[in-house]
């Protein structure tokens, strides 16, 4: 144990359902200065388009990444003796303004990475992620490892609505802060609006890899393509929970049948070593539709594996 990096507090010593609740039960710090690694929640979900919910998804996140302990049992990964990371609450989301919260997420992150550290959120809609996309990718776009039934890549909703929980990675594309060459799709699945639907950003140069083409691969196969499109550049890891099969998670807000069980998607998670991860997230926790919160431990899981693949690259960037 590091003594000089922030600690999860210790279950046998206080009960995992007792305390306040915070990711990983780390501490809760008022900054990112000093961290390497930062949560932040983004309790939000004005961009769904059916079931709405995921602005619950935080909290559940939290109090289910309780059952997490201090060390990966497969790569014995110890994130928090190799990097500092604390819990920074949630970002001040606005319910009733779509580009006040976008606004406010993205300064969140700006001030995090400004501070030198990796931002992990846990939404919220997928709106939430074009915030982070503006953040990292101003300067320079950043690529994308994208796991989701959806493409999110559709233009408008109910009229002109262009910022949806279905549009995000659209808006991130035509806004220059991603670059779709370095963007890879891993799930995609169910009816769609229109044969074309997923035209565009195939035309834009996305790497759409769907269920049936996972399933025949496999996740190692998977992830070894998914290294090889983003590269050695900057990528962000957006991790949507309807990903997993409802059998998995049923508590979200676009389910979709036939898709991954928990463990193929821990595997894939594993297979981001060599990613240069600038950030992540987990979105579309709907607490409300979940049965005995197996869909917010799934989540919590994900962020876990999250950290486990972080922690080491940010540990070898301050040893480098």
Same mark, same amino acid.
């Given at each position: 144990?590091?003594?000089?990096?922030?600690?999860?507090?210790?279950?046998?010593?206080?009960?995992?359902?007792?305390?306040?609740?915070?990711?990983?039960?780390?501490?809760?710090?008022?900054?990112?200065?000093?961290?390497?690694?930062?949560?932040?929640?983004?309790?939000?979900?004005?961009?769904?388009?059916?079931?709405?919910?995921?602005?619950?998804?935080?909290?559940?996140?939290?109090?289910?990444?309780?059952?997490?302990?201090?060390?990966?049992?497969?790569?014995?990964?110890?994130?928090?003796?190799?990097?500092?990371?604390?819990?920074?609450?949630?970002?001040?989301?606005?319910?009733?303004?779509?580009?006040?919260?976008?606004?406010?997420?993205?300064?969140?992150?700006?001030?995090? *990475?400004?501070?030198?550290?990796? !931002?992990?959120?846990? #939404?919220?809609?997928?709106?939430?992620?074009? %915030?982070? @996309? $503006?953040? +990292?990718?101003?300067?320079?776009?950043?690529?994308?490892?994208?796991?989701?039934?959806?493409?999110?890549?559709?233009?408008?909703?109910?009229?002109?609505?262009?910022?949806?929980?279905?549009?995000?990675?659209?808006?991130?594309?035509?806004?220059?802060?991603?670059?779709?060459?370095?963007?890879?799709?891993?799930?995609?699945?169910?009816?769609?609006?229109?044969?074309?639907?997923?035209?565009?950003?195939?035309?834009?140069?996305?790497?759409?890899?769907?269920?049936?083409?996972?399933?025949?691969?496999?996740?190692?196969?998977?992830?070894?393509?998914?290294?090889?499109?983003?590269?050695?550049?900057?990528?962000?890891?957006?991790?949507?929970?309807?990903?997993?099969?409802?059998?998995? *998670?049923?508590?979200?807000?676009? !389910?979709?049948?036939? #898709?991954?069980?928990?463990?193929?998607?821990? %595997?894939? @998670? $594993?297979? +981001?070593?060599?990613?240069?991860?600038?950030?992540?997230?987990?979105?579309?926790?709907?607490?409300?539709?979940?049965?005995?919160?197996?869909?917010?431990?799934?989540?919590?899981?994900?962020?876990?594996?999250?950290?486990?693949?972080?922690?080491?690259?940010?540990?070898?960037?301050?040893?480098?």
């Amino acid at each position: 144990m590091n003594a000089a990096h922030p600690q999860p507090v210790d279950a046998a010593l206080v009960p995992r359902f007792a305390g306040i609740a915070t990711f990983m039960r780390l501490p809760v710090a008022a900054a990112a200065a000093g961290l390497d690694i930062a949560f932040l929640g983004v309790p939000w979900d004005a961009g769904t388009t059916n079931r709405a919910g995921a602005r619950h998804g935080p909290r559940a996140l939290r109090e289910q990444s309780a059952l997490m302990r201090r060390a990966h049992h497969v790569t014995g990964v110890q994130p928090y003796d190799l990097a500092r990371v604390a819990d920074l609450g949630d970002v001040t989301v606005n319910p009733f303004d779509i580009r006040d919260t976008l606004r406010a997420i993205e300064a969140a992150v700006a001030g995090v *990475a400004a501070a030198g550290a990796v !931002p992990l959120l846990a #939404g919220g809609d997928h709106l939430t992620t074009l %915030a982070p @996309l $503006r953040a +990292l990718g101003r300067e320079e776009p950043v690529g994308m490892i994208h796991f989701d039934a959806h493409s999110d890549t559709n233009d408008r909703y109910f009229g002109d609505n262009r910022l949806t929980h279905g549009t995000p990675f659209r808006r991130a594309i035509e806004e220059g802060v991603l670059d779709p060459r370095r963007v890879v799709q891993i799930g995609i699945r169910g009816s769609v609006y229109d044969p074309g639907e997923h035209g565009w950003a195939k035309e834009q140069g996305v790497r759409i890899l769907y269920m049936e083409e996972c399933a025949r691969r496999g996740p190692d196969s998977v992830m070894e393509e998914a290294r090889a499109v983003v590269g050695q550049g900057r990528t962000y890891v957006s991790f949507d929970i309807d990903c997993l099969d409802p059998a998995f *998670a049923p508590g979200t807000g676009t !389910p979709e049948i036939g #898709g991954f069980t928990t463990r193929e998607a821990q %595997a894939m @998670l $594993r297979g +981001l070593h060599n990613v240069r991860i600038a950030g992540a997230d987990v979105v579309e926790v709907s607490p409300p539709f979940d049965l005995g919160g197996i869909t917010a431990l799934a989540g919590a899981t994900m962020l876990f594996e999250l950290l486990c693949a972080v922690a080491p690259q940010v540990a070898a960037r301050r040893a480098g």
